[in-house]
Structures are given as structure tokens and as C-alpha cells.
């Protein structure tokens, strides 16, 4: 009696499912997406856009949450929270990946790619592409790389060369490549989240940052530091990485469409990356105009550029152990290129 009674329910809950159109994944798979720059930057812009294709190609099969400005958790969290699956998709900076693959600190030697356009040659060979999945096993997948551009120093006072910030503290990433950049030309770096950065500037708990244009416009550094150096020396991108684990236990169908929609939201970052530091640089420029309180840009001469290169040339020989020569070259081997 009871077996049959069994049945009967077995079938009823068929019958439902084929009669109302549920399945196995009749609830939508939530997809948080967490990072913590402004909705008005290239990252935050492409999450919007990767949200958009992946629920119109997945309809009623994912709802992708999207959360800026550290909203869920900060630059220092991010991580952890990932590998807990608290958050499925995040995209930090490139420096942030140095405790998982040592080869990662590639991206952050100094002047290593001369441009954007060299970084993002670099991310899609066959090096670069390897990276992605350089952290398997580790609870991490990289999907992929989105630009941000070009770093460049700032401070609380008028400078020019390396002696001049001699002293200072700045706010860098959690990166050791950055904090030996920093010893390099005798300042000192403060590994900081970048939601605290803002207030530690305005209150002079640090004294500089360095950052891209289109952060330091949207989170408003230049409206508490007096000059910023348009010194081009690291490239500020990001990889997209999920959790190993909810990844692989997609069904397949739904992992194929998320990555066709984070392919998508690629080519849109990359397409507005240059556009937003353009646009950035420019109400910088207009700002200091307009208030001489705010930063203004500062350019550098071949010569002054020279004694920046010049400085940190000892970085290089202190991490290639550990990056690799081989990598090294073939990532310089883009800013080569004509």
C-alpha cells in the first residue's frame, strides 16, 4: 500500500512538473556578482552588462545580482567570501591573485607594458590565457581579463622625480611587487581596502595613491591630493574569477550561456575602458581649473620618465624567481611590438 502510495505521489509531481514547466533547476540559479568601484567605471558597467545577456540568455535559469562599491564586502573580503560561495563572481584587480600563483605578479612590475594595448596582447596569448587556470585546485577559475588602464602616481604635493616622494606613504594594494616598488624610490607603501582610501587621503593618514584615471575620478582622489603624475607605470586590470567548485557543479547548459555572456560584457569593458579614462582625465583636467584645490595632472619628459624606469629596475630582479623569466619576457615581448 504504501509503495503504491509512493508512486502516486511520484507521478502527481511529474505530472506537475511537465503541466507547469518546472524541472530539476525550476528556481533560477543566483548569481552574485560582488566588486567595489563605482557602477560609472568600466567594471561597473560591464557587471551591468554581463547581468543584462546572461538573463536574456538564460531566461528564468539565472538571476544575476549585481553589487558595487563594496556593498557586500570590501577589496580585503572579496576574496575569502568568494571561496566561501557567499559571492559566485568577482573581478579584483590582478595584484590581488599573488597568494595563489606567484606568476600572477607579472602584471604588477613597473613599466612592463608600455600601454593598455600591450597589457591586453599580453592577456590573450597563450601566457596569459594560461593564468586563468593557473589557480585550479585552489578553489578559483579566472573567465577572464577586463582593462581598466594605466596606473599613475598622485600625492598630497607638487613632484616630478622619485626623490621627490621620498618619505611619503602611500596607499597601495595588497601587493608585495607595490610595497617593493615603494622601497625602490624610498617611499613607503600602506596596504589599504578601497573603500577606506578616500577618507585616509582627505585626512592624510596616507599621502598619495596610485590608481587609473577613471577611479581616481569617480572615487573623487583628485579632489584631496594636489598632483597627479601621469607616469603609465603598471596597468590596473582585472581578472573575472568564479568559485571552482559552483562552477563545475553548473549544469552545462548554464555554465556555456554565462560564458558566452561574460564574453560579451568582455568586449563592452575593453570597449570603454579607454573612453572612461579619456573622459576621466579630461574632467580632472577641468576640475583643476576650475578649483585650485584640486590635482592637477602633471606630464613627465623622456628624461624624467627615465629616472622612474631607472629607480625600479631592482624590483624585477627581486620577483623573477618566483614569476619566472620566461613569463616575464614574453609578457614585456608586446610592448616591443609596433
Known sequence: MLKKVTNLLTAVAILAASTFGFSAYAAPVVVKFSHVVAENTPKGQAALKFKEIAEKKLPGKVEVQVFPNSQLFGDGKEMEALLLNDVQIIAPSLSKFDRYTKKIQVFDLPFIFKDGNAALAFENSKEGKALLTSM????????DYWSNGMRHFSANKDFRLPKDIKGLKFRIQASDVYEEIMKSVGASGQKMAFAEVYQALESGVVDGQENSFSNTYSQKYHEVQKTILETNHGVLD??????EKWWDGLPADI??????????????????AKQKNDDARAAIVAG??????????VKLTDAELAEWKKAMEPVYKRFEADIGADLIKAAASHSNKK
Open 255 to 272: 555554465r556555456k550561456g554565462l560564458s558566452e555572456a561574460m564574453h560579451e560584457a568582455t568586449i563592452l569593458n575593453n570597449q570603454i
Open 136 to 143: 585550479k585546485g585552489k578553489g578559483l577559475i579566472g573567465l
Open 238 to 243: 582585472y581578472m573575472v574569477v568564479v568559485n
Open 288 to 297: 583643476s581649473a576650475a578649483n585650485p584645490k584640486h590635482a592637477k595632472i
